[in-house]
């Protein structure tokens, strides 16, 4: 785009147009500059988009792009891999910041990768994570390229190790070492967990997957399952004592480590002569790991909560579709009876009226015949009555 705006580039000898990542391109708001890019391009040429996914409605938008598009389907080899563990914590969206956070602290990843669902979710987590004193940084269509550059490069080089995206951010992001992948929000789609996912466990090397879930998401959870075709483990939120306890741990092992490097310990042993000549051992080591263990940092942080996502479930043969179905025979006799009620000759007054004088007439007939000379009804001709008089 920057080369178009300055017109050092041209397209006049362009035969081949390669989109990748296509259906997330069209859908998190590029689809003007591709617009501007095809519309330069001369149009005898061959249009080629590839993605992972392709949802309905955005293979619908990439179509306006081609003309007689024929869709390849690769069917995958291997969803998931085995070198990565896959955890999901079932927790209220109003939690996930501080469960995040103790995550961390417990488990010290060497490089994370966040996955939010919307860039005002990136922007918060980012900013929460700097106040509570995180090295992280985060990516999303909104920044800029050179901005988007900058930060991959950082957490590339260690500056920073933990990177906050959005599914689109992240597409076809390379970056070896990544040890933790956090699922901050849950997937749109089961497929793009696989993407998520997989920025972990490269290279040969083991890497971990947390993923926070809703109560009401837990059917998206059971779709990836179904999808991954594995289980995926339920883990418990840790509390403030298991952060605790992870955070004496790393200061152990801090000092354990630091205990090799006798040059440089040799200017500090005078000093601890002189500590241990006026106190035990035991209490000065417990006050060095006191000033080593790292107290969990409350500092409050305030993140938007996000809809749940939805998911549609469409019931057969249950009772809700039964009550339908009743309803439904039920208008439908109402509807058959009006017809046929309607379907029946109409009557004028003049008829109505000669009726009632035959009833009459009938009526006095009965009455001028003798009682003696009256039969009872079940004596006419043809019938025999079942009891005897």
Do not use: W
């Given at each position: 785009?920057?080369?178009?705006?300055?017109?050092?580039?041209?397209?006049?000898?362009?035969?081949?147009?390669?989109?990748?990542?296509?259906?997330?391109?069209?859908?998190?708001?590029?689809?003007?500059?591709?617009?501007?890019?095809?519309?330069?391009?001369?149009?005898?040429?061959?249009?080629?988009?590839?993605?992972?996914?392709?949802?309905?409605?955005?293979?619908?938008?990439?179509e306006?792009?081609?003309?007689?598009?024929?869709?390849?389907?690769?069917?995958?080899?291997?969803?998931t891999?085995?070198?990565?563990?896959?955890?999901?914590?079932?927790?209220?969206?109003?939690?996930?910041?501080d469960?995040?956070?103790?995550?961390?602290?417990?488990?010290?990843?060497?490089?994370?990768?966040?996955?939010?669902?919307?860039?005002?979710?990136?922007?918060?987590?980012?900013?929460?994570?700097?106040?509570?004193g995180?090295?992280?940084?985060?990516?999303?269509?909104?920044?800029?390229?050179?901005?988007?550059?900058?930060?991959i490069?950082?957490?590339?080089?260690?500056?920073?190790?933990?990177?906050?995206?959005?599914?689109?951010?992240?597409?076809g992001?390379?970056?070896?070492?990544?040890?933790?992948?956090?699922?901050?929000?849950?997937?749109?789609?089961?497929?793009?967990?696989?993407?998520?996912?997989?920025?972990?466990?490269?290279?040969?090397?083991?890497?971990?997957a947390?993923?926070?879930?809703?109560?009401?998401?837990?059917?998206?959870?059971?779709?990836?399952?179904?999808?991954?075709?594995?289980?995926?483990?339920?883990?418990?939120?840790?509390?403030?004592?298991?952060v605790?306890?992870?955070?004496?741990?790393?200061?152990?092992?801090?000092?354990?480590e630091?205990?090799?490097?006798?040059?440089?310990?040799a200017?500090?042993?005078s000093s601890?002569?002189?500590?241990?000549?006026?106190?035990?051992?035991v209490?000065?080591l417990?006050?060095?790991l006191?000033?080593?263990?790292?107290e969990?940092?409350?500092?409050?942080?305030?993140?938007?909560?996000?809809k749940?996502?939805?998911?549609?479930?469409?019931?057969?043969?249950?009772?809700?579709?039964?009550?339908?179905?009743?309803?439904?025979?039920?208008g439908?006799?109402?509807?058959?009876?009006?017809?046929?009620?309607?379907?029946?000759?109409?009557?004028?007054?003049?008829?109505?009226?000669?009726?009632?004088?035959?009833?009459?007439?009938?009526?006095?007939r009965?009455?001028?015949?003798?009682?003696?000379?009256r039969?009872?009804?079940h004596?006419?001709?043809?019938?025999k009555?079942?009891?005897?008089?």
């Open positions: 785009m920057d080369h178009m705006d300055r017109g050092s580039i041209k397209f006049d000898n362009v035969k081949v147009v390669v989109l990748d990542e296509a259906d997330e391109m069209l859908n998190m708001g590029f689809v003007d500059d591709i617009n501007k890019i095809l519309g330069a391009i001369p149009e005898d040429h061959q249009t080629l988009l590839f993605s992972a996914t392709m949802p309905k409605a955005i293979q619908q938008l990439a306006t792009y081609l003309t007689e598009p024929t869709l390849i389907r690769m069917k995958p080899t291997q969803v891999m085995d070198l990565i563990e896959q955890y999901y914590i079932e927790v209220q969206d109003r939690q996930k910041f469960v995040l956070c103790r995550l961390f602290d417990i488990q010290t990843p060497e490089l994370a990768i966040i996955f939010t669902r919307t860039k005002r979710r990136v922007d918060e987590v980012t900013e929460g994570l700097k106040k509570r995180y090295m992280a940084e985060g990516i999303h269509g909104d920044l800029s390229q050179q901005k988007r550059d900058s930060v490069r950082q957490f590339r080089e260690g500056t920073i190790d933990i990177l906050v995206a959005t599914d689109v951010a992240a597409r992001l390379d970056i070896s070492g990544v040890s933790h992948v956090y699922n901050y929000d849950m997937p749109q789609d089961p497929e793009s967990y696989t993407h998520r996912v997989g920025r972990t466990g490269r290279a040969g090397k083991a890497g971990q947390f993923t926070f879930v809703i109560p009401r998401e837990m059917e998206h959870l059971h779709a990836i399952e179904r999808l991954t075709k594995r289980k995926i483990a339920r883990r418990r939120a840790p509390s403030l004592g298991e605790l306890e992870g955070q004496q741990r790393l200061a152990i092992e801090s000092l354990v630091m205990t090799d490097n006798l040059e440089a310990l200017p500090f042993k601890a002569e002189e500590l241990l000549n006026d106190t035990d051992s209490t000065l417990a006050a060095a006191k000033l080593l263990t790292k969990p940092d409350t500092t409050p942080v305030n993140i938007t909560e996000e749940p996502l939805r998911v549609r479930r469409r019931r057969e043969g249950g009772r809700g579709d039964r009550r339908r179905g009743d309803r439904r025979r039920d439908d006799r109402r509807r058959d009876g009006d017809r046929r009620r309607d379907d029946r000759p109409r009557r004028n007054r003049d008829d109505r009226r000669s009726d009632r004088r035959d009833d009459r007439r009938r009526d006095d009965r009455s001028d015949r003798p009682r003696g000379d039969k009872p009804r004596q006419g001709e043809g019938f009555p079942y009891f005897k008089d």
